[in-house]
């Protein structure tokens, strides 16, 4: 009797549609799928990861469907690793409900196919490899449009406007891609700086009264 050899599969079936129980991990291993639903990797907890292994494909092509990390507000740190193959329309990198610390983190064995990777603000794109020069980067991503919100719109990243939209940096063998603040947000943090130095200068002239009363005294 033969005996059957392949890779083990750990974690279960809902990996490949929801991971939302929060501090959880799970891996694709030895198996491959297509999904009739969104892939969402934290709806709405914290810390959910899972990786797509070397050699498995994941196809989330179906009409109006897409792949979301971070997907609600409030749902932080959620990573979808990809050591294989995806292909999906578009994938959506946290959400402009407003969440943070979101990853998609492409390893250099991924290969991937999707019409857009859309990037919300304070999440990241992590590839393996540098990919500082735009050049480099929207070569590596080739069809894929790279996409950030500019207020208005999902922009795609080009040579021209990079610069304005996303900040880059490389460090321990991965290029990380972040967008950069709106300028919506920028003067909230500016409005935010005038009041706190209007309050300081108005306690400090109400300490100066103070002073010039007690030594009128």
């Known amino acids: 009797n033969s005996v059957p050899v392949g890779k083990a599969y750990s974690g279960s079936v809902s990996s490949m549609t929801t991971l ?3 501090n959880a991990s799970r891996n694709i291993d030895g198996i491959s799928f297509i999904s009739r639903d969104d892939w969402i990797i934290g709806e709405t ?5 899972v ?32 050591d294989g193959i995806l292909h ?10 407003g969440n943070a610390d979101n990853t998609l983190q492409l390893e250099n064995t991924a290969a991937f196919e999707a019409t857009a990777f859309r990037l ?16 480099d980067l929207l070569t590596y991503l080739g069809t894929t449009e790279l996409q950030v919100w500019n207020g208005s719109v999902w922009e795609p990243i080009d040579s021209g406007n990079h610069a304005d939209l996303i900040t880059s ?3 321990s ?9 709106e ?6 943090v500016a409005l935010g700086m005038v009041a706190l130095l209007s309050r300081r200068n108005r306690g400090s002239s109400t300490r100066s009264a103070g002073r010039r009363e007690l030594f009128s005294e």
């Open 20 to 22: 939302d129980a929060g």
């Open 45 to 49: 907890t914290d810390v959910n990861l």
């Open 51 to 82: 990786t797509l292994g070397l050699g498995d494909t994941a196809d989330v092509t179906m009409a109006s469907k897409a792949v979301f990390i971070g997907k609600n507000a409030g749902s932080d740190f959620n990573t979808l690793q990809i």
């Open 88 to 97: 999906a329309a578009e994938v959506y990198i946290g959400s402009l409900a």
């Open 120 to 135: 919300a603000p304070d999440n990241f794109l992590k590839i393996e490899g540098n990919f500082i020069a735009i050049a």
């Open 169 to 171: 940096s490389f460090s």
């Open 173 to 181: 063998g991965y290029t990380e891609i972040a967008p950069v603040p």
């Open 183 to 188: 300028p919506a947000s920028l003067s909230l």
